[in-house]
């Protein structure tokens, strides 16, 4: 049974009802996993397009400083890059020796580790 309620039978209220606001901090989260994701991958892309054009351009040091920028991005960006990255220098103590102090400290938040040979 439906009973329609008319302008007369329907509650005065005597202040204007409003919607609780959307919080926008939740859409603002989701919007910066995907952009660190996305520099994260680009970071993971440029590293693996600097071998290549490292080999291209021997005379021209392009490749150098682009795999140093891919690996800030993905250093910076992932916790999965930063694991990998930290396996591989586990794996390869000689590519932490060669890695300046402020490549370090920037992508990894920490000096570079004494290794004896």
Known sequence: MLI???HETAPLLSQPVYLPP???HVLRNGVNVAARQVLAVS???MIA???PVGVATPFIPVGLPMAIVG???LGRNAVWGRRW???VMARHPRLERMAPNWLMRSVFGRE???VSE
Request: hydrophobic share 55%.
């Open 49 to 51: 397009l600097a071998i």
């Open 85 to 87: 990255m930290e396996g």
């Open 22 to 24: 959307k919080p926008i």
């Open 112 to 114: 570079k580790r004494v």
């Open 71 to 73: 690996v800030v991005l």
């Open 4 to 6: 329609a309620m008319t």
């Open 43 to 45: 970071g993971l892309g």
